[in-house]
């Protein structure tokens, strides 16, 4: 299974992210397919230019190759942002339901939501 | 030390929220006022002795993360900070100027900062995300259930349209390991094939057009700049100066791609189009705040085809407009404000006899609408005669007079609020710093046109020349043009039926994200065939 690298799932990830947010309706789905695509995001990053064997560059080891630290240091930046982002997009998802009862994305400004 | 101009306002933001409000509205000006006097002396350093970098904790450049400022950027810097005081005044009587709304007010303009100065894809990245949600938060702050919903639409797809530029940030640093854009953009001269570059400017590029709001994805910009009871000032901010940032961004990461890549025909048509369906919704439109930022995207549209002209007199008048759209579209939105907070509805054919009932604001709007349409001696006249002066090509001069004409149309159907029968009663007082506000923004509108030539010297260094015969000619044509507006609103307009209908034309949420997609496929497969 050489062909499924953490980049290529990283991509598939992303792409299946963007399924779920392009056909699903409901909110929290909207917000769960936002993490499955970050996710491939942080996946892909953190597998570039990674080569078997390489170690972290912490210490004094030299026999192996130090893996690259900036990718896994971006993406701890990366993932707090997300963490950031998805509780505030509950927190606005949460506020909307408990005062109007709407759960999905209504399909004109003027309606505003069907109310299942 | 060019990290003062992100770091400051944010935390003058955050003193201001600590201390008692009596003593916060003097500090937010005395603050606001020294930072654009600073922001002029960096403008000045910039303009005499070249581009300044900021490097972060002593690396080498191109490996630290840095804060670049050249003659573009130091100028957005300059625009924001200069606004921002007329911005301040204009509500600092407005019952929603307490202390949680200005922290916001105040990060916002650090994070626009930040973008504006930022050389590091990551670092963008990370600007635009906290901005979307500083912006979604001031879109919400009166809680109203209309807003929620148009601030919610707003932060999800802007959320994920930055996912975008992250994973094509990714894709940069996979090919070249560096993520700092001058320094990718000198190494992008020694890549072999092209192709690899695909996938990352369609990505990045999908952001960007998502952000200055293009054809297909401008369907969140009316919802969020045109919510009803977002404060007018937030409105202003977002459809003045934070919109830009999009543009700006666009002349970045072009100017990145430029060794390999060259979309400015694909991208002139993406403006054209933006610009013509901009005016064509704003025709619908009878909320005047939904009016004006229908606007926005076509006069972004109308920046966009002059960035893309491939000429430098259209490139830096696409730059200058987008300096004079700041002010004008301001002006409207701060005005529009003061306009519906009065006549309590913001329907266009309602509002009568503005000049009778509030002279000043009137005043103000109508310099603004002169500047917006491009009326001779107003700023966006010497604009839209750069741009025009960009081609010498018959059918593109048609196309910008068509986006012309759709603007003096739209301006037509607003400035009918001026006249006619005033309905309730006498004059009335409004807020005089708000007044005041508006008219100086009104009146910068007259004088950036004035001294136009002059202007652009100092801030581009770039010299222009208005021919005599040829800027009377455009003042002509824009006369035959206001007469032709006039025609066209009694004729077709006022009667309304399929315009209104095209006016109610919106994408859903996952119309919205299938749009997206569907342009970056485009954007990738428009790549393939050209390269």
């Given at each position: 299974m050489d062909f499924l690298t953490g980049e290529i799932v990283g991509i598939l990830l992303f792409f299946i992210g963007l399924f779920g947010l392009m056909t699903k309706k409901t909110i929290v789905k909207t917000i769960m397919s936002m993490s499955i695509m970050e996710s491939g995001i942080f996946l892909f990053y953190i597998t570039i230019n990674y080569t078997e064997g390489s170690v972290p560059p912490?210490?004094?080891?030299?026999e192996a190759a130090f893996a690259d630290p900036v990718p896994s240091a971006l993406m701890i930046t990366a993932i707090v942002i997300g963490i950031g982002v998805t509780a505030i997009g509950l927190t606005m998802f949460m506020h909307y339901k408990q005062k109007h009862g709407i759960t999905h994305w209504s399909r004109n400004r003027n309606q505003q939501g069907s109310g299942h | 030390m060019l990290g003062i101009f992100v770091l400051a306002p944010i935390l003058v933001g955050v003193i201001a929220y600590i201390i008692r409000d009596q003593w916060a509205k003097p500090l937010l000006f005395i603050f606001q006022i020294g930072y654009a006097a600073y922001a002029f002396s960096q403008f000045l350093v910039v303009k005499e002795s070249g581009p300044l970098v900021w490097n972060t904790?002593?690396?080498?450049?191109?490996?630290a993360l840095s804060l670049y400022a050249d003659s573009i950027s130091i100028f957005m810097v300059l625009m924001t900070a200069v606004i921002y005081i007329a911005f301040l005044i204009y509500s600092v009587?407005?019952?929603?100027?307490?202390s949680k709304f200005f922290f916001l007010f105040m990060v916002l303009q650090g994070l626009m900062m930040g973008l504006y100065l930022s050389s590091d894809l990551f670092n963008i990245f990370v600007f635009l995300e906290v901005s979307t949600v500083v912006v979604a938060i001031l879109i919400m702050i009166n809680k109203e259930k209309q807003a929620i919903y148009d601030g919610m639409i707003y932060f999800f797809v802007n959320v994920i349209g930055s996912s975008f530029l992250l994973f094509g940030a990714g894709m940069i640093y996979r090919t070249f390991g560096l993520l700092d854009i001058r320094a990718v953009s000198e190494a992008m001269t020694l890549l072999?094939?092209?192709?690899?570059?695909i996938l990352p400017y369609g990505l990045m590029m999908v952001t960007v057009s998502l952000k200055t709001a293009v054809t297909p994805l401008f369907s969140w910009l009316p919802k969020a700049h045109g919510?009803?009871?977002?404060p007018p000032v937030v409105s202003a901010v977002l459809s003045g100066?934070?919109?830009?940032s999009g543009v700006y961004l666009f002349i970045r990461f072009n100017e990145m791609y430029a060794p390999v890549i060259d979309m400015h025909q694909f991208f002139f048509w993406v403006g054209f189009f933006t610009s013509v369906i901009g005016f064509i919704m704003a025709l619908g439109q009878h909320d005047i705040k939904l009016i004006l930022a229908y606007h926005t995207v076509s006069q972004v549209g109308l920046i966009m085809v002059g960035l893309n002209m491939a000429s430098d007199y259209a490139f830096w008048g696409a730059v200058y407009h987008i300096f004079n759209h700041a002010i004008f579209k301001s002006t409207l939105f701060l005005t529009a404000g003061m306009i519906y907070h009065e006549y309590?509805?913001?329907?266009v054919y309602e509002i009568r006899g503005l000049i009778k009932r509030m002279p000043w604001v009137a005043l103000a709007t109508t310099f603004a609408m002169l500047g917006i349409t491009g009326?001779?001696?107003?700023?966006g006249s010497i604009s839209k005669y750069m741009i025009a002066h960009g081609t010498h090509d018959y059918g593109t001069t048609i196309l910008l007079n068509i986006i012309n004409i759709g603007t003096t149309m739209s301006f037509v159907k607003y400035a009918t609020?001026?006249?006619?029968?005033?309905?309730?009663g006498a004059r009335v007082k409004s807020d005089i710093y708000a007044i005041g506000a508006a008219l100086f923004l009104g009146v910068t509108s007259l004088m950036t046109g004035i001294f136009g030539e002059a202007l652009s010297e100092f801030l581009f260094g770039f010299e222009l020349h208005v021919n005599a015969s040829e800027y009377t000619q455009k003042g002509i044509v824009y006369l035959l043009m206001i007469v032709a507006g006039i025609g066209f609103y009694n004729g077709?307009?006022?009667?309304?039926g399929l315009i209104q209908r095209i006016g109610h034309i919106e994408l859903t949420f996952n119309g919205i994200i299938t749009a997206m997609a569907g342009y970056f496929i485009a954007l990738v497969l428009c790549l393939n065939i050209i390269l």
């Amino acid at each position: 299974m050489d062909f499924l690298t953490g980049e290529i799932v990283g991509i598939l990830l992303f792409f299946i992210g963007l399924f779920g947010l392009m056909t699903k309706k409901t909110i929290v789905k909207t917000i769960m397919s936002m993490s499955i695509m970050e996710s491939g995001i942080f996946l892909f990053y953190i597998t570039i230019n990674y080569t078997e064997g390489s170690v972290p560059p912490i210490g004094q080891t030299s026999e192996a190759a130090f893996a690259d630290p900036v990718p896994s240091a971006l993406m701890i930046t990366a993932i707090v942002i997300g963490i950031g982002v998805t509780a505030i997009g509950l927190t606005m998802f949460m506020h909307y339901k408990q005062k109007h009862g709407i759960t999905h994305w209504s399909r004109n400004r003027n309606q505003q939501g069907s109310g299942h | 030390m060019l990290g003062i101009f992100v770091l400051a306002p944010i935390l003058v933001g955050v003193i201001a929220y600590i201390i008692r409000d009596q003593w916060a509205k003097p500090l937010l000006f005395i603050f606001q006022i020294g930072y654009a006097a600073y922001a002029f002396s960096q403008f000045l350093v910039v303009k005499e002795s070249g581009p300044l970098v900021w490097n972060t904790g002593g690396y080498t450049d191109g490996i630290a993360l840095s804060l670049y400022a050249d003659s573009i950027s130091i100028f957005m810097v300059l625009m924001t900070a200069v606004i921002y005081i007329a911005f301040l005044i204009y509500s600092v009587n407005a019952e929603y100027f307490v202390s949680k709304f200005f922290f916001l007010f105040m990060v916002l303009q650090g994070l626009m900062m930040g973008l504006y100065l930022s050389s590091d894809l990551f670092n963008i990245f990370v600007f635009l995300e906290v901005s979307t949600v500083v912006v979604a938060i001031l879109i919400m702050i009166n809680k109203e259930k209309q807003a929620i919903y148009d601030g919610m639409i707003y932060f999800f797809v802007n959320v994920i349209g930055s996912s975008f530029l992250l994973f094509g940030a990714g894709m940069i640093y996979r090919t070249f390991g560096l993520l700092d854009i001058r320094a990718v953009s000198e190494a992008m001269t020694l890549l072999e094939g092209p192709k690899a570059m695909i996938l990352p400017y369609g990505l990045m590029m999908v952001t960007v057009s998502l952000k200055t709001a293009v054809t297909p994805l401008f369907s969140w910009l009316p919802k969020a700049h045109g919510t009803p009871s977002a404060p007018p000032v937030v409105s202003a901010v977002l459809s003045g100066l934070y919109i830009k940032s999009g543009v700006y961004l666009f002349i970045r990461f072009n100017e990145m791609y430029a060794p390999v890549i060259d979309m400015h025909q694909f991208f002139f048509w993406v403006g054209f189009f933006t610009s013509v369906i901009g005016f064509i919704m704003a025709l619908g439109q009878h909320d005047i705040k939904l009016i004006l930022a229908y606007h926005t995207v076509s006069q972004v549209g109308l920046i966009m085809v002059g960035l893309n002209m491939a000429s430098d007199y259209a490139f830096w008048g696409a730059v200058y407009h987008i300096f004079n759209h700041a002010i004008f579209k301001s002006t409207l939105f701060l005005t529009a404000g003061m306009i519906y907070h009065e006549y309590g509805t913001r329907d266009v054919y309602e509002i009568r006899g503005l000049i009778k009932r509030m002279p000043w604001v009137a005043l103000a709007t109508t310099f603004a609408m002169l500047g917006i349409t491009g009326a001779p001696f107003f700023n966006g006249s010497i604009s839209k005669y750069m741009i025009a002066h960009g081609t010498h090509d018959y059918g593109t001069t048609i196309l910008l007079n068509i986006i012309n004409i759709g603007t003096t149309m739209s301006f037509v159907k607003y400035a009918t609020m001026l006249f006619g029968e005033n309905t309730k009663g006498a004059r009335v007082k409004s807020d005089i710093y708000a007044i005041g506000a508006a008219l100086f923004l009104g009146v910068t509108s007259l004088m950036t046109g004035i001294f136009g030539e002059a202007l652009s010297e100092f801030l581009f260094g770039f010299e222009l020349h208005v021919n005599a015969s040829e800027y009377t000619q455009k003042g002509i044509v824009y006369l035959l043009m206001i007469v032709a507006g006039i025609g066209f609103y009694n004729g077709i307009i006022k009667h309304g039926g399929l315009i209104q209908r095209i006016g109610h034309i919106e994408l859903t949420f996952n119309g919205i994200i299938t749009a997206m997609a569907g342009y970056f496929i485009a954007l990738v497969l428009c790549l393939n065939i050209i390269l």
